[in-house]
């Protein structure tokens, strides 16, 4: 399953929207994990030419989630907890080439609902309230989700429900120069 998620069109998608901090307060930069795809940290390691290893030392936070209905253990990994490492103060990322789907494709996001992946605008992003968000970039996010969302695994997106959320920055950043992080630990952090 994991095979047919093409992380090399994933990988193309310029996900940067104009304009949005001017109608923003940054918030998705600030208060929200950058969660990867499965098999995606490994795909942008190798991209960046940098050791997974190396790059999960350096970059990364593991989310160890348990999922209920398989009742299995499973590995979420983020960027680091806290304020994401590549935040251009107000400018958003300063370093393209280390942008997981998630980012390229927010505001669009895609929840598991009834067992079927609902992919619609974040409700929470000011852009998206204010009615600013261009309808290109939408409809291009939308189809993106749309086709890479068939090819994941119901536990992972069963696992971003619990974890994708607002956060205290103060409570994760003492988090995160752990190893593996518990989703009880994570959801403590919450705003």
Known sequence: MLADIDFEKIWD??????????HCDGRCEYEALSIFLPGEAEFIAKKSGIAFNEFKENYLSAIKYHDLVDNKDY???VYKLGICLFLENGKGCRDETKKNFICKTYPIKGELITGKLKIYPDPWCLLCKKNKLPED???Q????????GKKLPEWWLRGIMIID???DYSKLNKLRDKEVVTTDELLKCRN
């Open 13 to 22: 998608v310029k996900g940067k929207l104009s304009g949005c901090f001017e």
């Open 75 to 77: 590995i979420i990994y």
């Open 141 to 148: 996010m939308t189809a993106l989700w749309e086709d890479i």
């Open 165 to 167: 959320r607002a956060y």
């Open 137 to 139: 970039f939408k409809n």
